[in-house]
């Protein structure tokens, strides 16, 4: 059989559980989860090597009405993956049903020539007779496309939505090394991790107005020293990151420590500060520097 490659959009409106299927295809943490929506802000790509065929995955950022300059480039780099995939995933929240969101989703997916696999995620939270209404209007929205429930967070069914984009695949070579699992940057993860814990731990608008900058990123002998800047929108925010005697910051650098250290096997000795820059999420210039 033909060696096959190639590359699988994950889309779908935000919050619905693309990143946490991603990692589960991937088998590994490269993309970051929260509770919280639109927590993908970049394309982030994951990379699945088995002996028939690759699989070249690109997590994006939730499609959604965007008001912000911030929130149009995130739905311009999940609508940009679109057009690069070979293979489109569709993430449907099973928990939620199919949303007037999803069906303009899946409308808008519907004439393209490319294969689409539609993913009911969160199988574990729905019993049967809520599934099976959101399995028959996905199959009327998008006719002939396989569907399949599944859970990330037990694992059921990921390894059928695995086999379902192989097959859906062009033959061809691999495109990267098969010990490759991401094409990230070590300081680009730091950031996520990072970021990843300012959203769970800080609460409300908070989170939308912060982003993560590495200043520092080195290795020495059995240890890592990170160095990283948050930024926040308002200065108010400044104070709430901080906390009381700085404990809200020391629980953020306590737990992305240790993320830090699960994902890169090393000790690692972070330092995080935080520094107030209005305006940052409406200015072109340093949403490019800040790789957004």
């Known amino acids: 059989m033909a060696h096959r490659a190639g590359y699988a959009a994950i889309v779908g409106r935000p919050n619905v559980g693309k990143s946490t299927l991603l990692n589960a295809l991937v088998g590994a943490k490269v993309a970051i989860v929260t509770p919280k929506p639109q ?5 982030i790509l994951g990379i699945r090597t088995l002996p028939e065929a690759q699989v070249i995955f690109l997590d994006t950022p939730g499609i959604h009405q965007a008001r912000s300059l911030l929130n149009r480039r995130m739905v311009d780099v999940a609508r940009q993956a679109l057009d690069e995939a070979d293979v489109v995933v569709l993430v449907v929240d099973a928990a939620a049903g199919v949303t007037p969101a999803d069906r303009a989703l899946a409308e808008s997916l519907a004439g393209l020539a490319r294969p689409t696999v539609v993913v009911l995620s969160k199988r574990d939270r729905v019993r049967p007779p809520v599934l099976l209404p959101a399995m028959a209007a996905m199959g009327t929205l998008l006719p002939g496309r396989e569907i399949i429930p599944a859970s990330a967070r037990t694992g059921e069914n990921v390894s059928v939505v695995l086999d379902a984009v192989v097959t859906a695949l062009p033959a061809g070579p691999p495109l990267y090394p098969e010990d490759e699992y991401t094409t990230a940057t070590e300081r680009f993860l730091a950031e996520e991790l990072i970021r ?3 959203f769970l731990q800080t609460e409300e608008e908070i989170p939308y107005g912060t982003a993560v900058q590495v200043e520092e990123f080195r290795a020495r002998p059995n240890l890592l020293l990170v160095r990283a800047t948050i930024l926040v929108d308002r200065p108010n925010h400044k104070g709430i990151v901080i906390g009381a005697g ?7 650098g306590r737990r992305a420590r240790l993320e830090l250290e699960a994902v890169f096997g090393s000790k690692v000795f972070l330092e995080l500060f935080v520094r107030a820059e209005p305006g940052w999420a409406k200015d ?9």
């Open 246 to 252: 700085g404990a809200q910051l020391g629980e953020i």
């Open 39 to 43: 927590t993908t802000r970049n394309r």
């Open 196 to 198: 990843e814990q300012l």
């Open 284 to 292: 072109p210039r340093r949403l490019e520097e800040l790789g957004l």
